[in-house]
């Protein structure tokens, strides 16, 4: 099969989407040998990505169209045709929610969550703008939807009244990451003014993380006399009640934001943080989970969305509504090393069984199914 896959998300710094689409590319160069791969990379003036598969059956695209121009006119026409500028192809992936227009491809879409239709309020607007009102358009153009959880498949089947037997679960690959040694933890840790100590958050500043909520669980918890809180991850939007929530605590000096940080100073902090604290109310599957996991760092997570999918029987689940509901949970974590040793362990069996080359071979079966199917009807 020559198979098409959109990877414009590779463009610039790459957030969740993008280190999915990578992380894909390398787990599909690593296990098919057979099928060949037309990238499709579009960019007005950035650089196209250098870190791309190569063995040989990995082929770049790139075009300089103005990426606006071309989405608006996939939302409203079925031209231009994708393999316009790829070439014919058997099966064409988008694995960023936009299902472009097919000539002859079988058609496959990746939906990671519907935050943006189901809570249009704590989704990025541009999001909400786009993808709310066409999401199930693009749903149509696919012979296959493909899901990060089986959280996300049943949302996809009853708001987008996709059929269930098109919408098909394949979960993301775990990142392993390198567990620090103790020098390299204080020397981050130094980097980074963390003086004491600590729990971690990694993600996006926006709303759906329930940062509030933590901000305030951490505060009537009592830790902020022995722990900080540090958060990793760039502003994202409709922050304001979020920096509201903090601006009024007596402990935000014990919160620290540090934005993005380097591969090896994240490797760092998780292998230092007393546990990692993500009560977050919908995701589509959850990777920081994973990777704080496979460095044995203990876990603290919702109830609610695919986090127990994700975490299974290695993490603390809590209600993400309750403010008690986390601050108990957190104080559990913080005052039983047993506890956390015991999670440690079963977070780092449990993280083997997500492999990005388990997510390629499983995407490939989606391919040839979508690819038979298509050929069976033509």
């Known amino acids: 099969m020559r198979i098409g896959i959109d990877i414009r998300v590779l463009s610039g710094q790459r957030t969740g989407i993008g280190r999915f689409v990578g992380q894909l590319l390398g787990g599909l160069a690593s296990v098919d040998k057979e099928n060949s791969y037309a990238l499709f990379f579009n960019a007005l003036k950035g650089p196209v990505p250098t870190d791309i598969p190569g063995n040989g059956n990995f082929e770049t695209i790139s ?16 031209y231009p045709k994708i393999e316009s500028f790829t070439g014919a192809l058997d099966v064409f992936h ?23 239709l189901l809570h249009p309020e704590m989704a990025i607007p541009s999001s909400v703008r786009h993808f709310g009102p066409r999401i199930r358009h693009y749903a149509r153009r696919a012979n296959i939807i493909v899901a990060d959880s089986n959280a996300t498949a049943k949302d996809i089947i009853d708001h987008l009244e996709a059929p269930p037997e098109r919408v098909k679960t394949v979960y993301p690959g775990a990142t392993i990451i390198p567990r620090a ?3 390299q933890v204080d020397a981050a840790r130094q980097k ?25 669980a951490f505060g009537i918890s009592g830790l902020h006399r022995d722990l900080e809180l540090v958060l990793v991850g760039p502003k994202g939007w409709h922050t304001k009640e979020i920096f509201a929530t903090w601006e009024s605590l007596p402990c935000r000096r014990k ?15 998780y292998s230092g943080a007393a546990f990692f604290a993500y009560p977050s109310l919908l995701e589509g599957f959850g990777l920081p989970i994973l990777e704080a996991m496979s460095v044995g760092c203990p876990i603290l997570t ?60 499983e995407m490939i079966g989606i391919y040839e199914l979508a690819h038979i199917n298509k050929s069976s009807r033509s």
């Not at 919160?255 to 902090?269: G, H, K, P, Q, S």
Request: no cysteine; proline share 6%; net charge neutral.
């Open 181 to 183: 040694d103790r020098a």
């Open 63 to 78: 075009i300089r169209w103005p990426n606006r121009l071309l989405n608006v006119a996939w939302a409203y026409s079925p």
């Open 94 to 116: 988008a694995p960023s929610f936009q299902m472009p227009p097919v000539r002859r491809a079988a058609s496959v879409l990746t939906i990671h969550d519907l935050v943006f």
């Open 302 to 361: 919702s109830n609610v969305s695919s986090m127990p999918e994700v975490a299974g029987d290695a993490a603390i689940y809590v209600d993400p509504l309750d403010v008690d509901s986390i601050a108990n949970g957190m104080r559990r974590l913080a005052d039983d090393s047993d506890l956390r040793k015991a999670l440690a362990e079963l977070g780092q069996k449990r993280v083997k069984l997500f492999s990005w080359e388990r997510t390629a071979r």
């Open 255 to 269: 919160i620290r934001w540090l934005d993005y940080v380097e591969d090896a100073d994240l490797a760092a902090l």
């Open 192 to 216: 980074h003014g963390i003086r004491s100590d600590f729990i971690l958050f990694v993600g996006a500043i926006e709303p759906r993380k329930n940062l509030a909520r933590l901000f305030e």
